[in-house]
């Protein structure tokens, strides 16, 4: 037992012991992270290309020698670009070779037993480009060929943009292209040029500061010619007289490999005077002044052309011929007197004497002689334009045109109304009127008037009449209208007859009136209607009218000066009763109605009075038999209400008129 008692204590101080220890070594081991800081190699200017390290090292400050692990991470503008566990107090991260799109700012962190400590952030810039490849689909073409030329830049990071160089002798072709985030970009050129052709490309960085490369490598193209450039030759010189023949010929050579035809052209000011695929093309003719100019061989295959230009100046042999005329302008009267003259200026007399013009209009010729004038009396027929030909040595001139047009004079117009009988217009209507002359060259110019007030004027140009329709808005329209023709013949205007035009008002409100005002009349007595209007032109036609069950006519009558009549029936009665109106028009043709006013018949007052004498006298009568009775029973002693006495003895005698007890 006691044995056993000693072995649990000694346990139990083996125990404490360990966590002594363990307690004692764990307070032993603790670190400090002083700093971290990072160290880029080269420490100078970075040059696109070179060899570029950074090291993070970090100060760490230990409370014995024990061994711990260290994380170190790479930043670049604040990313994580490397991470690394280590037991070392510095780790090294290879950027090499050093690119542009390295620059930027770095810094590290480095974490160990929880402690962290980060460093200073620095800066490293890398500059120049590397220089970018250059690729060509080919390096022998023929003219017309497309080339693929590709650049690239693989180890640089975009966006860029890619500059393009064809190069031959002198002569740069550049081509740039738009910002892009790939790192290669193609473009194709199709090849005019003969000989070698050099090809080229540079790289633009886009950012903040735009950064260009060197140019790339060199590529050579050998370009195979398919055709010559045309050779022109012009007879009989590039400069001549006219009247002479000009010829244009044009031609080329063409490769033995040139499969296709070339076609070979001549212009003048972008008119294709002359085309064939043979090799050659001539243009020939007998040359004027207005042969003057630049003329062009174009030879095309495909999308390759070649082109030669030749100014070519013909002088004058003599000038355009001149009309003379007459007149000022282009206008003559009929009848009027025309003379015309074909000279040419600046020529001496011993060449134009022996000349003969012609004189042309509508294709028909009248040959002159120098000196000679044509006249004549001019007709409708004569108007049309004129031109004086001369011709020299083959070459034929004509002058300017002189246009000229005959008027014939209006005739005597004719004014129509579209109602010809009456010459009456409602007012608020349209007057309607036609003028119209038989004779004259058109344009005519119409002009209406009313009295001496011009209303309106129009132009005619294709027919030989014209319609005015005015507006009528007032009665004062009325009177004489008439109108007046002219055209440019220089002659006096015509008039026109003269049409008298009228205006009727049309009738606006009817009103019937009775008399007596009751509209009750009297058996026997006279009942009067009076129809009357508040305006509208006179004559107005008056009906009336009586409704009983049908409109019955009753009287119509027309009034030429005033704007009421009446009507009478002389003795009113029963038969008559019933709806009356009336209706009044005029020359406008415009019905128009009255109100309706319900009349009837009524007892004459003659009757009147003989039934109330009738009524008074039996009531009387009753009264009296009444009091008799009465007075009779009386004398007998019997007494009782006379009224109820007079009620009980009326219905023995059978009286009509009912009481109630």
Same mark, same amino acid.
């Given at each position: ?17 360990? /966590? ?71 780790? *090294? ?56 030329? *590709? ?20 002569? $740069? ?19 005019? #040029? ?9 790289? %633009? ?64 000011? +972008? ?13 020939? &003719? ?13 030879? #095309? ?131 309607? =009127? ?39 808005? +007032? ?18 205007? &015509? ?5 008298? %035009? ?12 009775? %008399? ?12 009067? /209607? ?34 009421? *009549? ?18 009044? $028009? ?32 039996? =009531? ?10 009465? /007075? ?30």
């Amino acid at each position: 037992r006691d044995c056993s008692n000693l072995k649990t204590e000694m346990d139990l101080s083996v125990i404490l012991l360990c /966590l002594g220890l363990r307690t004692l070594c764990a307070q032993s081991k603790s670190i400090s992270i002083d700093k971290a800081h990072v160290m880029v190699h080269p420490t100078g200017p970075v040059v696109n290309g070179n060899n570029l390290t950074l090291t993070c090292v970090a100060d760490i400050t230990t409370s014995g020698t024990f061994d711990f692990r260290r994380e170190f991470t790479f930043f670049k503008d604040d990313e994580i670009i490397y991470n690394v566990t280590s037991h070392k107090d510095k780790e *090294t991260l290879d950027l090499s070779p050093a690119r542009v799109s390295k620059s930027g700012d770095y810094a590290c962190e480095v974490s160990a037993m929880n402690k962290i400590g980060r460093s200073p952030k620095k800066s490293i810039e890398v500059t120049g480009l590397s220089k970018p490849n250059l690729h060509i689909s080919k390096d022998s073409a023929h003219q017309g060929d497309k080339i693929s030329v *590709t650049c690239e830049a693989p180890e640089e990071e975009p966006p860029f943009v890619f500059i393009f160089y064809k190069r031959q002798n002198q002569t $740069t072709q550049e081509r740039r292209t738009r910002q892009t985030n790939n790192k290669s970009f193609t473009v194709t050129f199709i090849i005019e #040029e003969k000989g070698i052709l050099q090809f080229e490309c540079k790289v %633009i960085l886009m950012g903040v500061s735009q950064v260009t490369s060197e140019p790339s490598e060199k590529k050579m193209v050998s370009v195979a010619e398919l055709f010559t450039t045309p050779r022109m030759d012009v007879s009989p010189s590039p400069t001549f007289t006219e009247g002479k023949n000009m010829t244009v010929q044009c031609s080329i050579q063409t490769s033995p490999f040139t499969s296709d035809q070339v076609e070979i052209l001549i212009q003048k000011d +972008k008119h294709i005077l002359a085309s064939s695929k043979t090799g050659s093309v001539t243009y020939s &003719q007998i040359a004027t002044e207005r042969q003057t100019g630049i003329y062009t061989c174009k030879a #095309e295959l495909g999308e390759t052309s070649k082109s030669r230009s030749l100014q070519v100046t013909v002088t004058e042999l003599f000038p355009r011929p001149l009309l003379l005329s007459n007149i000022p302008n282009t206008m003559m009267n009929y009848g009027d007197g025309l003379s015309i003259n074909c000279s040419v200026p600046w020529m001496p007399p011993n060449v134009t004497n022996d000349l003969v013009f012609y004189l042309i209009k509508d294709k028909a010729k009248i040959p002159l002689r120098t000196g000679e004038k044509f006249t004549k009396s001019v007709t409708e027929g004569d108007s049309g334009s004129y031109t004086c030909e001369v011709t020299i040595s083959n070459i034929t001139k004509t002058s300017y045109r002189k246009f000229i047009k005959v008027y014939v004079s209006v005739s005597t117009p004719v004014l129509t109304h579209r109602n010809k009988s009456s010459g009456m217009v409602v007012l608020g209507s349209t007057l309607e =009127l036609k003028c119209k002359s038989e004779k004259g060259t058109l344009p005519i110019t119409y002009s209406i008037f009313r009295g001496n007030e011009l209303l309106d004027t129009r132009e005619e140009m294709m027919e030989n009449k014209a319609i005015f329709k005015l507006i009528i808005t +007032k009665e004062k329209d009325s009177g004489e209208y008439h109108c007046q023709t002219r055209n440019r013949n220089t002659g006096l205007p &015509q008039n026109s007859n003269i049409v008298n %035009i009228t205006i009727i008002s049309p009738i606006r409100e009817v009103e019937l009136t009775v %008399i007596p005002q009751s509209a009750s009349v009297e058996e026997g007595k006279e009942l009067s /209607l009076v129809c009357a209007v508040k305006n509208g032109s006179l004559p107005i036609d008056f009906q009336f009218f009586a409704k009983r069950g049908s409109e019955i006519l009753l009287h119509s009558y027309t009034a030429n000066k005033k704007f009421h *009549t009446e009507m009478q029936i002389m003795s009113f009665s029963s038969q008559n009763d019933g709806v009356y109106f009336c209706r009044a $028009t005029n020359s406008a043709l415009q019905a128009v109605d009255s109100n309706s006013v319900q009349v009837k018949a009524v007892l004459a007052t003659w009757k009147k009075w003989i039934i109330v004498t009738f009524v008074v006298f039996i =009531l009387v009568a009753a009264a009296a038999i009444c009091v008799y009775f009465y /007075l009779e029973r009386k004398k007998k002693g019997i007494r009782f209400p006379i009224f109820f006495f007079c009620v009980r003895e009326s219905q023995v005698l059978g009286a009509s008129v009912r009481y109630i007890h």
